[in-house]
């Protein structure tokens, strides 16, 4: 029996899964990688937050196990890491019959799905959170009137920022970067350049900058208007990087911090990808006393989550206040105690983060059917408290 053949009538993309998902199609999604691929990265989407896992061996070596585990009145949604494995398995389930579909290229694909979640509306603005469902990557876009500002946006435009715009009515004439990002491709240079929009990075970050990109560096204090009266507050937050940046909107009463990857709803920052952990983490320290001063009521809007501990529901935004952080027993620590747990806690780096690093350093546009393989794998960011 030959399976070395791929089968496109056994395939579903990403995205059309998601489309089933978030209309409440009852559907079993199988994924057939390795325990330990699973374990490091796996789809985690509303009802579906730990997926059945069969390994393609087992699932070869068992008929039994597949008529006790895997139900024939529901739809089989096969996965792995780029829809090789799972295409043999849709193959051998088809044959049993079973109704069988293959996501084309597997968590390399999932990982650019997003779903759109519109925070509460600030006042005269309003806030849509764009999530990255496996990546973990969260973008945002303020729109004021007609006029949209973009925040932390990845490179994947097409299916997330530039539709969102589109779908709405808006026109980007801000985009903003909170620091020099080391898990993704950043979108602001192709946004800048697509848009003629205004970009603003951190000044203490060390980009360098072409000269065909409309940049302006800014440092604590700076506001950025972003229409009708609406400005959004630069507050310089080192510990991630040295240079991040959170950005505040005032609306009303209330603040909306946008904090990057210095804060996030159950973790903080990572403070080692620039080799300086124990000085970084020590600054990271500082900054958290700083943003602890605020309203309790100050919305924390962060730019990742971890999708294994926080399955995103469609729709609903992810975050957090700061009145819930000082009940957190890690920023509770003295400095010291601080310090040497999230040095310590550190997850594993992103694989490719040194080149990505220097990709965004430097604003290039990157080729998209490299960025996929360049990005792939789990969110690790931060360090869960």
Request: net charge negative; aromatic share 8%; with cysteine.
């Amino acid at each position: 029996m030959s399976f070395g053949f791929r089968n496109s009538s056994l395939e579903i993309d990403a995205a059309k899964l998601k489309e089933k998902l978030d209309s409440g199609e009852d559907v079993f999604i199988l994924d057939v990688r390795t325990p330990e691929e699973y374990d490091a990265w796996r789809l985690s989407y509303d009802k579906h937050d730990k997926t059945p896992l069969i390994p393609i061996d087992r699932l070869f070596t068992s008929q039994k196990m597949i008529a006790e585990q895997i139900p024939k009145d529901k739809e089989i949604i096969t996965l792995c890491a780029h829809g090789n494995r799972s295409m043999m398995a849709a193959q051998m389930l088809s044959r049993m019959g079973y109704k069988v579909k293959s996501v084309r290229g597997g968590m390399v694909a999932w990982n650019q799905v997003y779903d759109v979640a519109e925070v509460q509306q600030a006042g005269a603005a309003r806030v849509w959170q764009l999530r990255r469902v496996s990546k973990g990557c969260m973008s945002y876009v303020i729109a004021v009137g007609n006029e949209a500002t973009v925040i932390d946006s990845t490179s994947d435009l097409e299916s997330s920022v530039l539709k969102l715009v589109q779908d709405n009515g808006l026109e980007i004439t801000n985009v903003v970067d909170t620091h020099m990002h080391a898990d993704h491709v950043s979108g602001f240079s192709a946004i800048v350049k697509a848009t003629g929009a205004q970009g603003y990075l951190g000044a203490k970050e060390g980009y360098e900058l072409p000269e065909d990109v409309k940049v302006s560096l800014i440092d604590d204090g700076h506001k950025i208007p972003i229409g009708d009266g609406v400005s959004l507050e630069a507050v310089h937050t080192p510990g991630h990087t040295d240079g991040s940046m959170c950005f505040a909107l005032k609306a009303g009463a209330k603040t909306y911090l946008f904090t990057g990857d210095m804060l996030f709803v159950n973790g903080v920052g990572r403070p080692d990808l620039r080799d300086k952990a124990d000085e970084f983490a020590g600054k990271l320290y500082d900054t958290y006393q700083k943003i602890l001063k605020l309203p309790d009521d100050t919305v924390i809007l962060p730019a990742h989550f971890d999708p294994n501990s926080i399955t995103i529901k469609h729709g609903e935004p992810i975050a957090d206040t700061v009145g819930a952080k000082r009940n957190v027993e890690l920023l509770s620590k003295p400095k010291d105690e601080f310090v040497k747990f999230v040095v310590s806690s550190v997850p594993p780096r992103p694989s490719n983060y040194r080149v990505i690093i220097q990709i965004n350093k430097q604003l290039v546009p990157y080729d998209e059917i490299n960025i996929a393989e360049l990005e792939a794998g789990p969110n690790s960011c931060g360090v869960r408290m």
